[in-house]
């Protein structure tokens, strides 16, 4: 039986992977600071640690397991990475726990390692125009990433490489594009677009409101992965002879507005988009997938409204615990 060692995996990208994992027949390890939110975890052993500490992390690489995939990392959506008040933790927090767990599994001999970067780390000044961002792999340098966490997750990047050159490991790297989908953050500042969006809509609706507020003039762009999608990528590109970095994501880019509208319409309800200041990030952002299917023969095609339906009926669900509403 094969063994993975997943890291982050209380979190909502970690925890769907552990899931597939397992439908593979793997023997599977979670580490993460908490068991995964809203479903029990279905890794056989799950350990509640901080990988900022090198001494857990060499504790929890404690046997040869077959591929390590680390997507622990200190992170959030716009409301928590944007503000600027959060640089200082992200940096440092994600930065340790990459130099923790690579140099924890060079002494391991563990060669298969997969690390989760961002398409953060893009340069701003490719991404001022929302209709024609450019965010090919190879447009990452000269660097400019928008954000601390952009910073960070490029950083990182040039580590895993660093220990692929000199150590000789099988370091594999993808860029996710905005993943979403059921089981994922909802509500408390750290929530991606479409969960805060869908919370907005499905609360409007039960509360008897006839309007959601938008960060913003509603134009900047995005483009938006479905999980299931987001972990097909990651094992392809894991069980492959290439290294990356590749984006992972969704070529269909919409306005944010034209993602508020979409969930309307799976909700059955039209509101007002009321805007309102907020923090926004790049005003363009769209993943290029030519690389992808050169290298792997395969990118996302789920349509989005497919994978808002799932996720619109997941949270709203969530909004009606919440409120009290069975």
């Known amino acids: 039986m094969k063994k ?14 552990v899931k597939r994992l397992k439908r593979e027949g793997y023997w599977v390890r979670g580490v993460d600071l908490k068991y995964p939110e809203f479903s029990e975890t279905e890794a056989d052993d799950f350990v509640i640690g901080d990988l900022r500490d090198p001494y857990f992390c060499r504790s929890i690489v404690d046997t040869k397991f077959d591929e390590v995939y680390q997507l622990a990392a200190d992170m959030g959506g716009a409301g928590y990475v944007f503000t600027g008040d959060n640089d200082a933790d992200i940096m440092h927090n994600s930065a340790l726990i990459n130099l923790n767990m690579l140099d924890a599994c060079y002494r391991r001999n563990i060669k298969r390692i997969f690390y989760s970067s961002s398409a953060c780390i893009y340069p701003k000044y490719n991404q001022e125009d929302p209709n024609n961002p450019k ?24 580590l895993y490489l660093a220990y692929h050159r000199n150590y000789g490991m099988e370091v594999r790297i993808a860029r996710y594009h905005n993943i979403f989908g059921p089981e994922g953050t909802w509500i408390g500042g750290r929530e991606k677009a479409p969960a805060a969006l869908c919370r907005k809509v499905a609360t409007a609706i039960l509360k008897g409101e006839d309007y959601i507020e938008v960060w913003g003039d509603g134009k900047q762009t995005r483009s938006f992965l479905y999980i299931d999608e987001c972990i097909e990528g990651t094992l392809r590109l894991m069980r492959s002879n ?71 009926k997941w949270v709203e669900e969530q909004v009606k615990k919440s409120l009290g509403i069975r």
């Open 4 to 17: 993975a060692l997943v890291c982050g995996a209380g979190g909502f990208i970690g925890s769907h992977l």
């Open 135 to 158: 965010c090919s792999e190879d447009s990452a340098y000269p660097a400019a990433p928008d954000s601390e966490y952009g910073w960070e997750k490029l950083f990182s990047e040039r």
């Open 242 to 312: 290439w290294t990356g970095p590749v984006n992972i994501g969704s070529e269909e880019m919409v306005t944010i507005d034209q993602l508020a509208e979409m969930i309307m319409n799976i909700a059955g309800k039209k509101l007002k988009i009321v805007h309102v200041p907020g923090p926004q990030g790049v005003r363009g952002r769209n993943s290029d997938n030519r690389l992808i299917k050169e290298k792997l023969g395969w990118a996302p095609s789920m349509p989005l409204k497919e994978g808002l339906k799932i996720t619109y």
